[in-house]
């Protein structure tokens, strides 16, 4: 049996499937699930990545892990200091979290 629907509900929900294929920067028309790569070409992207706070002496972690979002990729893995306000010290890249 069809869904009952109103014709205000019918092209909203086609509305929201054509927008999930669109870029909404440069409107690029996406497969389903594809990110658009404009932005980290224009170099606008921002990169998150998950971090935490290591003593470059002694190796040892805090136990606070932070979210830190970039514009430049960093190395997951790598030591960084200075990464940013509030960044005091040096930080070891955990995990990359996703770019937007
Ligand atoms: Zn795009």
Do not use: W
């Amino acid at each position: 049996m069809m869904k009952r629907q109103t014709v205000l509900e019918y092209l909203r929900e086609r509305e929201e499937l054509m927008q999930e294929r669109i870029c909404p920067y440069c409107e690029a028309h996406l497969d389903p699930g594809e990110k658009c790569t404009c932005r980290a070409s224009q170099g606008l992207a921002e990169y998150t990545y998950r971090v935490v706070k290591e003593d470059v002496v002694t190796g040892e972690r805090g136990k606070r892990v932070r979210k830190i979002t970039k514009r430049n990729p960093l190395d997951v893995g790598g030591l960084y200091m200075h990464l940013g306000k509030g960044f005091k010290g040096a930080y070891r890249v955990l995990e990359f979290v996703g770019m937007e």
